[in-house]
């Protein structure tokens, strides 16, 4: 790959120190003490700053190396709690290492201090440098959390060092400065490891597409067909709805779980041909294979699993089962958005305007899945309305397709009980679309 073909991620570790970095191997580090000025007596942190500028995981062994002595030449005047500390990063995670130390009470007051920081650094596979040695990419800050701006603003409050000590391995020094002792309560502070950034957390779909677009192509888009996918999504309709209150029958079970079928499937269509029903706005392999200016191209389905994929890699061994369960809600939104925009297409009703459709939405899928009470206007607008739409999508090997419709035609018969003045619009597009199904299948309602 040419340098002009080198991805570059966003450079958080530039955004904290202003630019200033060093490399060592495959990561940028920098180090700060904080606070800079401690009193005698006190406790302080040392912070070492880690970027990982490799597209693998890598272990970095961080060691602290204290003044040996003091202004006076008093020695072992500082003390460390845990001198050494190993962290395993994600590829282009970036976060700190604190090692906390302190000073006895008679330390000598000086501004000549200087701490260091030992950096070892070990790939665990062949890495493949995704951010330059100058620095990252440039960091798009509406595509971070407030959590994570938060954090990163309180480091730009620090300064950063990143002087080498000696000409052998990589040992970083940061000066820092002592004042008198005083009297005050004692803070315990502990070493640890602090994730700042990682691909999940960031909203630029095209970094994990950068990333995992050959664990998608290879791996996902292959397995996602109907009679693995199925099963499980059948299920999972079945037992949520049913923990709502709601007596969801099998047919209207299985509807739900054709339409995230359907969906599913058309991320990797056998064919590129317009589709009528919009599916083809799921097509991932189209963006694998043509690439993407925008920065929320993926389907939400996909986009919660890549950054599942990015926190453990094993979530890519059983996509049905992390579909409908732990990315449930993910999938929920795309087949609820799909599901709006078949109805509307082919009712003609007016159903509000998309910010309506999307409130509605969300305040759906926090009812089902906080097993919140159900109606019938919840099941069939648009879940169960949008699989019977798309009923000959995604047909199954011992499905009977028109008794399936004439089963549901009689449960929405069977729920007239259920109908008031506020839902009655929504009962008769039920009506409406199935009985158009039926019809093109060659039944009458």
């Known amino acids: 790959m040419s340098e002009t073909d080198q991805p570059n991620y966003p450079d958080i570790l530039g955004y904290i120190t202003g630019s200033d970095r060093c490399n060592a191997s ?28 490799a597209d693998v995981d890598v272990d970095v062994t961080a060691t602290l190396h204290i003044p040996e002595q003091d202004a006076k030449k008093q020695k072992n005047r500082f003390i460390a709690k845990s001198s050494k500390l190993v962290v395993g990063l994600r590829p282009a995670e970036v976060g ?38 100058e620095g990252g990419g440039a960091l ?3 595509y971070l959390t407030d959590e994570t701006l938060a954090k990163l603003d309180e480091l730009k409050k620090l300064t950063f060092s990143t002087a080498k000590r000696g000409l052998m ?87 739900i779980a054709k339409l995230m079928v359907a969906l599913l499937e058309a991320a990797a269509p056998d064919e590129e041909i317009f589709d009528p029903l919009g599916f083809d706005e799921y097509n991932v392999k189209l963006l694998l294979q043509k690439g993407t200016n925008d920065p929320a191209a993926l389907p939400s389905w996909c986009r919660g699993l890549l950054k599942a994929i ?29 599901g ?29 899945l906080k097993a919140n009470h159900l109606t019938f206007v919840d099941v069939y607008l648009p879940l169960a309305l949008g699989g019977v739409i798309a009923y000959d999508r995604a047909i199954l090997a011992d499905e009977k397709v028109g008794e399936a419709l004439t089963e549901i035609f009689k449960q929405i018969k069977i729920r007239r009980d259920e109908v008031d003045e506020d839902n009655e619009l929504v009962y008769r597009m039920a009506a409406q679309v199935i009985d158009r199904a039926l019809q093109k299948y060659g039944y009458r309602a």
Do not use: C
């Not at 406790?43 to 990982?52: D, M, R």
């Not at 006895?104 to 596979?125: H, I, R």
């Open 340 to 368: 709006f925009e078949m109805i509307v297409n082919t009712t003609g009703e007016d159903l509000g305007s998309e910010a309506d459709m999307r409130e509605y939405g969300e305040r759906l899928i926090g009812d089902i």
């Open 169 to 255: 391995g990589t040992v970083i020094e940061a000066p820092f400065n002592i004042l008198s002792a005083q009297l005050g309560q004692l803070v315990d502070l502990k070493p640890g490891w602090v994730s700042l950034w990682k691909m999940s957390d960031y909203k630029d779909d095209r970094l994990l597409l950068e990333k995992y677009g050959a664990v998608l192509a290879e791996k996902i888009l292959p397995g996602l067909k109907r009679d693995q996918l199925y099963p499980a999504l059948f299920q999972a309709a079945q037992e949520r709805f049913a923990a709502t209150g709601y007596d969801i029958q099998p047919v209207e079970a299985h509807y």
């Open 140 to 142: 798009a800050m509406e």
């Open 310 to 338: 990015d926190r453990d890699p094993s979530a890519a061994e059983n996509v049905p089962a992390a579909l409908s369960t732990t990315l449930y809600d993910e999938l929920l939104r795309d087949s609820i958005r799909q």
């Open 26 to 53: 495959v990561v940028q580090v920098a180090l700060t003490v904080r606070p800079r000025v401690p009193r005698a007596g006190r406790p302080f942190e040392a912070i070492l700053l880690i970027q990982n500028a």
């Open 96 to 133: 700190y290492v604190v090692l906390p130390l302190s000073s006895l009470p008679d330390t000598a007051v000086s501004d000549q201090y200087k701490v260091g920081m030992g950096v070892e650094v070990k790939p665990l596979e062949k890495p493949r440098r995704i951010r330059l040695p």
